[in-house]
């Protein structure tokens, strides 16, 4: 009688060790995918309120470049990421003898994914490892009647914020004029150099009237030319600094 007690008592113990396992290692399972799945689902949400800030963004210029507002303030909500200015991007058009050029410094919203939010003369594009996309397209338009934008950021004051926080980014209109060409037809070329090739190049080689092709530039830069002919071509260039407080 007391082998048979013997065994049962060991089975229950056995039982109760592997029972008690089997419990530890479902609520391991269950932890690990579940935070790797908030940590996702954080991160997502990180960079699309990222690219809802950069909308606004871009529309508060816009008062600056189209009804020359003298200044404008967008917030951004800094969550473990950084506000800062990327690499030089570098545009110029030639057109009937005429040459214009300009080099600007890029906003960017870095997070510690890789995923880069970016605003560029107009555009937002979003920047990942494997390329880039614009969220919304610069405000060129191409036609009989082509306006090529210059919207020049410059940095004034510190060059980045980092950590989580609120940043106000203030934008002030410091020079704006319009160069027309009006007695066309005129052929003319558009040249946009950047590391965010990409997402220029589709979105200059949406319109019909564009002959857009990329050729080898330096680094990590490409740059998108694109050709294209009009009657009527109005270079305007708008110089915004840019503050963060």
């Known amino acids: 009688m007391s082998d048979v007690f013997d065994d049962r008592g060991v089975s229950d113990v056995v039982g109760f060790v592997l029972v008690f396992s089997l419990i530890i290692l479902t609520v391991g399972a269950v932890y690990t995918a579940g935070f790797d799945g908030l940590t996702h689902l954080r991160q997502a949400e990180q960079s699309a309120n990222a690219e809802r800030a950069f909308e606004v963004l871009a529309n508060n210029v816009e008062d600056l470049v189209e009804r020359g507002a003298p200044s404008r303030g967008t917030e951004l909500q800094l969550s473990d990421a950084r506000l800062t200015y990327g690499e030089t991007v570098t545009m110029n058009l030639s057109i009937d003898g005429g040459y214009y050029q300009t080099r600007l410094r890029p906003i960017v919203y870095e997070t510690g994914t890789g995923t880069r939010i970016v605003y560029t003369s107009g555009a937002v594009i979003r920047q990942q490892p494997g390329g880039s996309v614009a969220l919304k397209d610069p405000g ?23 950590g989580s926080t609120r940043v106000l980014v203030r934008t002030d209109l410091a020079n704006r004029y319009v160069e027309a060409y009006t007695d066309g037809p005129y052929n003319a070329t558009l040249n946009v150099t950047t590391e965010r090739w990409r997402a220029w190049n589709g979105t200059l080689s949406e319109s019909p009237r564009t002959n857009c092709s990329v050729e080898p530039a330096s680094g990590d830069a490409e740059t998108v030319s694109c050709s294209f002919d009009a009657k009527r071509v109005y270079v305007q260039v708008v110089e915004v600094d840019v503050h963060f407080i």
Do not use: A, K, L, M
């Not at 060129?140 to 940095?155: C, D, N």
């Open 140 to 162: 060129f338009v191409f036609g009989e009647r082509t306006v090529v934008p210059y919207i020049v950021t410059r940095p004034t004051g510190r060059e980045s914020v980092g």
